[in-house]
């Protein structure tokens, strides 16, 4: 069977495993349903998300045009402690960034290879993990804004990464610890107009991932270099499909590709 659409992260849903599915504009795939089948995947051209004319992807699935000007792709995305509209002051757009930044954000500890602080919207709770590939994760504050969020994931960077090491992720050279007493340990670096919104819970999110088999050395396939693959899915972490191989394809690293699937 042959599937056409311009790639856009995979979505997602905690079940026994996650469950993940690829949407095109004419079809839905439910990627786990591939597992142990042969899957080519052919690149056509790109197609940026915001515009949609055929124009080389700059970063997260847009074109240069559409990445330096539109305020979906401001810097305070990837780095929120530089949100401002909670002083009504504009960036790109002030009224889509008071709807951004201006709802509940979680700073959250993760384990995916090593520990990990990160921030998320409260809405996209477990989805943020998901994608990152965290085989559990626990709250360590909830803020009414991004800024909020944005300090303190900078204050406890001091003591904790805020990457995953991917390689060790996708190879499942995973750390467990125990998240409740690794975000005690943190409590003090807390800014002090965030403290009191500490989370005391002892609750963690527990994902397990739909992988039959990890790789132990990995081949990324980057399609701008390498337009065609073909090979026999065994599992899906993260935003990642893992092939029989040890080839690797990152899906959201790819948006705005537009691709051509097989099952096989």
């Not at 305070?76 to 402690?81: A, D, G, H, L």
């Not at 998320?120 to 969020?149: C, M």
Request: with cysteine; hydrophobic share 40%.
């Amino acid at each position: 069977m042959k599937y056409e659409g311009v790639l856009t992260k995979m979505k997602s849903e905690i079940t026994n495993d996650v469950a993940y599915y690829l949407v095109f504009e004419a079809d839905f795939l439910n990627m786990n349903q591939l597992l142990n089948k042969r899957v080519s995947i052919n690149f056509l051209h790109f197609q940026c998300l915001n515009c949609g004319l055929k124009k080389k992807i700059f970063r997260q699935g847009f074109c240069y045009d559409c990445f330096t000007s539109i305020p979906a792709a401001g810097d305070w995305v990837i780095n929120p402690e530089l949100s401002k509209a909670h002083l009504d002051e504009e960036d790109r757009d002030l009224e889509f960034e008071k709807q951004a930044q201006l709802q509940p954000h979680v700073v959250y500890l993760a384990n995916s290879s090593n520990l990990k602080v990160g921030v998320t919207r409260k809405s996209q709770i477990p989805t943020r993990w998901i994608d990152q590939g965290a085989h559990e994760a626990i709250e360590i504050v909830e803020v009414p804004n991004r800024y909020l969020a944005g300090i303190t994931e900078v204050a406890l960077k001091s003591q904790v990464s805020d990457k995953t090491n991917w390689r060790k992720m996708l190879t499942n050279e995973i750390l467990d610890l125990n998240l409740a007493e690794e975000r005690d340990k943190l409590r003090d670096l807390i800014p002090e107009e965030v403290k009191e919104y500490y989370l005391a819970s002892n609750k963690e999110t527990e994902i397990s991932f739909p992988v039959l088999e990890f790789p132990k050395k990995i081949k990324t396939l980057t399609l701008a270099k390498n337009p065609f693959y073909e090979g026999v899915l065994k599992g899906i972490k993260g935003q990642y499909l893992l092939f029989e191989d040890g080839t690797v394809f990152n899906v959201r690293a790819h948006e705005g590709y537009v691709v051509e699937l097989q099952i096989k």
